[in-house]
């Protein structure tokens, strides 16, 4: 069992950033793909950000690439999402989520644990 832990969301102006951080329990961190997804409300939860067991390899769904960046330390067994130029249609609740096997994943089916989840609002 892996429990993924979130943090740093909060509310920001739109142009500003935020660092949202995932902690996880699980001793072979390292050899898991972890992935970020959103949720605003009356929507589906959709894609955000992956990155390998390695962190060699990362992809990005289109709405956030060259604005958003993924990155993972496995000594610390911690991913990282950094958001940079946020607007209002980033606001959400984002969840860390951990797939056991190490490749990318970019559907929510891929994975096999999730956080709870933190809320993110940006204002215009």
């Known amino acids: 069992q892996v429990q993924l832990v979130e943090s740093g969301g909060g509310l920001v102006q739109a142009g500003g950033s935020l660092r949202l951080s995932c902690k996880a329990s699980a001793r072979t961190f390292s050899t898991y793909a972890m992935g970020w997804f959103r949720q605003a409300p009356g929507k589906e939860r959709e894609f955000v950000a992956t990155?390998?067991?390695?962190?060699?390899?990362?992809a990005y769904a289109s709405s956030v690439k060259g604005r958003f960046t993924i990155s993972r330390d496995n000594a610390e067994n911690t991913v990282y999402l950094q958001m940079n130029s946020l607007k209002p249609e980033d606001t959400a609740v984002y969840y860390c989520?951990?797939?056991?096997?190490?490749?990318?994943?970019?559907?929510?089916?891929?994975?096999?644990?999730w956080g709870q989840g933190t809320q993110v609002a940006v204002s215009s």
């Open positions: 990155i390998n067991w390695s962190g060699g390899f990362t």
């Open positions: 989520a951990a797939r056991s096997l190490g490749a990318l994943g970019t559907t929510a089916g891929q994975y096999n644990y």
